[in-house]
């Protein structure tokens, strides 16, 4: 995948610049220790054929939330930082797009706090992320990090790590991607994406605490309330989702998608048939503000 070439234009620190002309400190603490956070957001070309960020408010609120957990300087203005996007997506000539803020840390090779941040955000074009295949997941012995020794709702570099060695190490063995345990044993999240299962026409999945909060976690919420459709969020163990009816990984790359099996259990119920695959619609309707269709979907849920 090629993320820039000779006339991509990035946002940094204020300014817009070619991105083969952009340089960060080789000696950022952000780049030995992890200590960064970012975002991944997605604008998509909407029915009027304009590209509209998708809960840009969100994302950029969750930045700052993730910078201010973990101590880092956050001068940056949300106005700003979204007009600086719509920007760049016009700068790129991009309608369908995946963006990338990401805030990292000066120099510094101790572990004192710093009195700057600096800001960089990053656009191209949006590649399938794991596919539109059903998935075939694999238990993880790796575990989400410890929330008592991590800010595990912040969306920091350094956490990637766990998500990097437990998605490798599914592929490696065949699988599509990875499903991790939380420190306690109960089902938490995937490397990049949130969990939900149905069951006999109603939803459940892992509530917050051990997981990263998604924004397309919330927004499956929101379609689910107003579908009135039942969601629990409890903690969920590896046995209950292996006689779920259906299960899916939500997320800002993901979007909505269901699996095929977990391990060796495979999941029979046809997807299309599911009302999680009428959720998998309705979402992807609503991120193109197509509410026709959104609506359409909503009148099938019986
Ligand atoms: N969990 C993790 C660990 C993630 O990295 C992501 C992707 N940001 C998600 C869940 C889904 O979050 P969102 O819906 O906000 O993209």
């Known amino acids: 995948m090629q993320y820039f070439n000779e006339d991509t234009i990035i946002y940094h620190n204020g300014a817009f610049a070619k991105a083969i002309d952009s340089k960060i400190d080789l000696f950022s603490q952000s780049l030995h220790y992890g200590y960064s956070v970012f975002e991944g957001i997605r604008a998509y070309s909407n029915v009027d ?8 408010d969100e994302h950029f609120e969750r930045l700052k939330n993730s910078a201010l957990a973990i101590n880092m300087p956050y001068p940056f203005n949300k106005t700003e930082l979204i007009e600086a996007t719509y920007k760049l997506l016009e700068m790129n000539a991009l309608g369908d797009a995946y963006i990338r803020p990401l805030v990292y840390a000066p120099a510094n090779m101790t572990y004192a706090l710093n009195t700057e941040s600096f800001i960089t955000i990053q656009v191209w074009p949006m590649q399938p992320f794991l ?3 059903l998935l075939r997941i694999h238990s993880s012995s790796f575990q989400r990090p410890n929330p008592n020794g991590f800010k595990i709702h912040a969306k920091a570099g350094g956490h990637y790590v766990n998500s990097i060695i437990a998605s490798q190490d599914a592929k490696m063995k065949g699988f599509d991607e990875a499903l991790l345990q939380d420190m306690n044993g109960y089902v938490a999240e995937g490397p990049g994406a949130n969990v939900f299962m149905e069951k006999d026409g109603k939803f459940f999945t892992p509530s917050l605490g051990h997981i990263l909060p998604g924004i397309t976690r919330a927004t499956v919420l929101e379609i689910m309330k107003d579908f009135d ?7 969920i163990t ?3 989702l292996k006689i779920a009816d259906h299960v899916f990984f939500c997320g800002t790359a993901v979007e909505v998608l269901g699996w095929q099996s977990l391990d060796d259990h495979m999941y029979e119920k046809p997807w299309a048939e599911s009302i999680s695959n009428k959720i998998e619609k309705a979402y992807k309707a609503l991120v193109r503000e197509d509410f026709a269709t959104y609506n359409h979907i909503k009148s099938t849920i019986k």
């Open 49 to 56: 054929s304009k590209s509209k960020i998708f809960k840009a």
């Open 131 to 133: 596919g539109d295949k």
């Open 229 to 235: 459709l039942s969601c629990e969020e409890k903690k």
């Open 238 to 240: 590896h046995d209950e």
